[in-house]
C-alpha cells in the first residue's frame, strides 16, 4: 500500500518526465526500490508539487544546478527532456546552459551543451 504522498509523487513524475522518470524509477527496481519510492515521495511528492513556482521555473532552476554540478550527466539529460515537456524552447535550456558558464565554468557549460544537444537529436 502506497502512500499519499507517494501516489501524488507519482502523478507529478509522470507530468514532469513522463517516461524519462517512470524508466528512472523502473531502473532502480532491482537496486534500490525504497530509494526510487524516496525519489518519489520527496522530490515529486513534497517538493514539485508545491505552488509557489510553475513546473516550467523548477525545470530551468533544475537544469541549471545540475549543469553546475558538472557530474550529473545522466539528471541533467531527464531534466532536460522534462523542461521541454513542461513548456521550456530549446532556445531558453540552452541560454540557461550557457548562463552557467559564468557559474560553473566553461567546462560544466560545454557538458550540458553536449548534453542538451543529445536529447534535442532524440526529441526529432
Not at 513524475?13 to 524516496?38: N, Q, R, T, W, Y
Not at 515529486?44 to 508539487?49: M, V
Not at 532552476?61 to 531534466?79: D, E, Y
Not at 530549446?90 to 546552459?97: H, M, R, T, W
Request: net charge negative; with cysteine; hydrophobic share 45%.
Amino acid at each position: 500500500m502506497k502512500s499519499d504522498r507517494f501516489k501524488k509523487g507519482w502523478e507529478k513524475l509522470k507530468e514532469v518526465d513522463g517516461s524519462a522518470g517512470e524508466k528512472v524509477i523502473e531502473s532502480l527496481k532491482d537496486i534500490a526500490p525504497e530509494f526510487a519510492d524516496l525519489l518519489i515521495e520527496f522530490p515529486f511528492g513534497d517538493i514539485y508539487t508545491r505552488e509557489k513556482l510553475d513546473l516550467k521555473s523548477r525545470e530551468i532552476a533544475t537544469i541549471a544546478a545540475l549543469t553546475v554540478m558538472g557530474n550529473a550527466s545522466a539528471q541533467l539529460k531527464v531534466h532536460i527532456h522534462a523542461g521541454l515537456n513542461v513548456g521550456c524552447t530549446k532556445e531558453e535550456i540552452v541560454e540557461v546552459i550557457m548562463q552557467m558558464a559564468v557559474y560553473g565554468g566553461f567546462p560544466c557549460a560545454l557538458n550540458g551543451l553536449f548534453a542538451a544537444k543529445e536529447v534535442f537529436s532524440n526529441e526529432n
